[in-house]
């Protein structure tokens, strides 16, 4: 059972535009959820992420939103760069991190020129 | 900030034989390092989580015996994919954590690069 989920595999977006990234958790327990980019054979590279008792943590470009009723957050990237292209992963993690990350299958983001 | 080193970034082995992925945290020491597999266009699972001096502990499905896993150090945790066969061929990423502080956004988790593995 998926406690992560990013149920698009892929968006593409015009370069200037706004890119909206969607993912959803079923474990109430997620206390902070982060968001990583991610390109073929390297490490995941850290984004932005926010705390369960926020709903909103900004950084430049990248906007993460959370809606804790809703078991839903979203990472909003604009304007969208074609440097932006690449996978991105929703994360979850809770406590203390005595256990690891859970991680969405990501979601291939295509900036068009 | 905080550095994962990863070796190697990729290996090819025969079947049957085993191969070990080192994963170093060069500037801080890390409390806990995680072992990740991600199979193309999926999820990065997490295989097992190890503490310094202590037993990992392995997610269902991972067998254990099969894939060891070393901390000996705060530093240093190593990978062993053993008998490794075809079906190991993956890409493995550590991760480890340093002690966070309550501005730590990114919740002290970094990263190596990966490893690329190909079981022929």
């Known amino acids: 059972d998926q406690q992560v989920k990013q149920n698009s595999p892929s968006l593409s977006v015009q370069e200037g535009r706004i890119s909206i990234l969607n993912c959803d958790y079923t474990?109430?327990?997620?206390?902070?959820f982060l968001w990583y980019k991610k390109y073929p054979a390297e490490g995941p590279t850290f984004l932005i992420s926010?705390?369960?008792i926020k709903d909103k943590n900004e950084d430049g470009r990248f906007t993460v939103f959370l809606n804790k009723s809703a078991k839903h957050l979203s990472l909003h990237i604009v304007p969208s760069q074609p440097g932006d292209s690449a996978v991105y992963f929703c994360?979850?993690?809770w406590g203390g991190g005595a256990d690891g990350l859970t991680f969405g299958k990501g979601t291939h983001l295509i900036i068009q020129p | 900030g905080a550095v994962v080193s990863q070796h190697p970034s990729r290996v090819i082995c025969k079947s049957g034989t085993s191969v070990k992925i080192e994963c170093r945290s060069l500037?801080?020491?890390?409390?806990?390092m995680f072992w990740y597999r991600q199979f193309p266009k999926q999820s990065l699972m997490l295989m097992a989580t190890?503490?310094?001096?202590?037993?990992?502990?392995?997610e269902q499905g991972v067998e254990k015996d099969k894939f060891l896993i070393n901390h000996a150090s705060l530093t240093l945790s190593t990978l062993t994919v053993t008998s490794a066969h075809p079906e190991d061929s993956s890409f493995y990423i550590c991760s480890a954590r340093d002690r966070v502080t309550p501005t730590d956004l990114y919740y002290g988790y970094t990263f190596g690069s990966g490893t690329r593995l190909t079981v022929v």
């Open positions: 994360a979850a993690g």
């Open positions: 474990n109430s327990m997620f206390d902070y």
């Open positions: 926010i705390s369960s």
């Open positions: 500037d801080f020491q890390a409390t806990t």
């Open positions: 190890s503490n310094e001096g202590s037993k990992a502990t392995y």
